[in-house]
């Protein structure tokens, strides 16, 4: 088990930028595949970013490719998104979440192989 809190979140205007982060404590940081997700109201969760536990391997959702970038620093126990270009539809709250190697490896894991979350924080991207 590990536990995750994000922070960062908050209000920006369109074309705008928020780094979030996503602190973790628990077990060994580096023993984790990373990931973001996030929800919109009305919407399902979805997958967003997601960063190996080496950090060589990255994955993106085609919405945020190229605007958005998912790093990590295991010394700090610490993951985090970096976002630019923000648009209205990227409004919602994310989620950090951890998948054990003992869960799946490979690729950017299917969302039952995270299985600790952070309670999320609140992004708002205003028009």
């Known amino acids: 088990q590990v536990q995750l809190v994000e922070s960062g979140g908050g209000l920006v205007q369109a074309g705008g930028s928020l780094r979030l982060s996503c602190a973790a404590s628990?077990?060994?940081?580096?023993?984790?595949?990373m990931g973001w997700f996030r929800q919109a109201p009305g919407k399902e969760r979805e997958f967003v970013a997601g960063?190996?536990?080496?950090?060589?391997?990255?994955y993106y959702a085609d919405s945020v490719l190229g605007r958005f970038t998912i790093s990590r620093d295991n010394a700090k126990n610490t993951v985090y998104l970096q976002m630019n270009s923000l648009k209205p539809e990227d409004t919602a709250v994310y989620y950090c979440?951890?998948?054990?190697?003992?869960?799946?490896?490979?690729?950017?894991?299917?969302?039952?192989?995270?299985?600790?979350w952070g309670q999320g924080t609140q992004v708002t991207v205003s028009s």
């Open positions: 979440a951890a998948r054990s190697y003992l869960s799946g490896v490979g690729g950017r894991g299917d969302e039952y192989e995270y299985r600790d």
């Open positions: 960063i190996s536990w080496s950090g060589i391997s990255t």
């Open positions: 628990g077990r060994s940081f580096s023993r984790y595949a």
